[in-house]
């Protein structure tokens, strides 16, 4: 078992840290360290999983758990178009990150 690093532990508060995995969670830590982490928590988080690997949960329905903010922000950084991002979500309905 892969474990996370242990300055990520702060992140997972309402879990055991020692026990999430970096592979069998990913999508948790994802977005988990993307939502509340710190630079350098990003930055490895990026090492680690890659880029195509962090659209893919982007564009995935997993990412309903990062706000509008930080989908934007990913959205710019990874070069993702508005259309690709394009959530629905059973809290916000369905919309556009950045309607203009």
């Known amino acids: 078992m892969a ?3 242990e300055e990520w532990h702060k992140y997972f508060w309402e879990v055991k840290p020692e026990k999430v995995d970096l592979e069998k969670h990913a999508w948790y830590i994802m977005g988990r360290v993307l939502e509340w982490g710190n630079l350098e928590a990003v930055r490895k988080l990026r ?6 690997r962090l659209k893919e949960f982007l ?4 990412s309903r758990v990062l706000g509008n903010k930080t989908m934007r922000f990913w959205q710019v950084v990874l070069n993702l178009s508005p259309e690709e991002c394009e959530r ?3 809290i916000r309905g369905k919309h ?5």
């Open 47 to 52: 090492r680690y999983y890659g880029d195509e």
């Open 59 to 62: 564009l995935s329905t997993n």
């Open 96 to 100: 556009r990150l950045w309607p203009y």
């Open 88 to 90: 629905i979500s059973s």
């Open 3 to 5: 474990k996370i690093p």
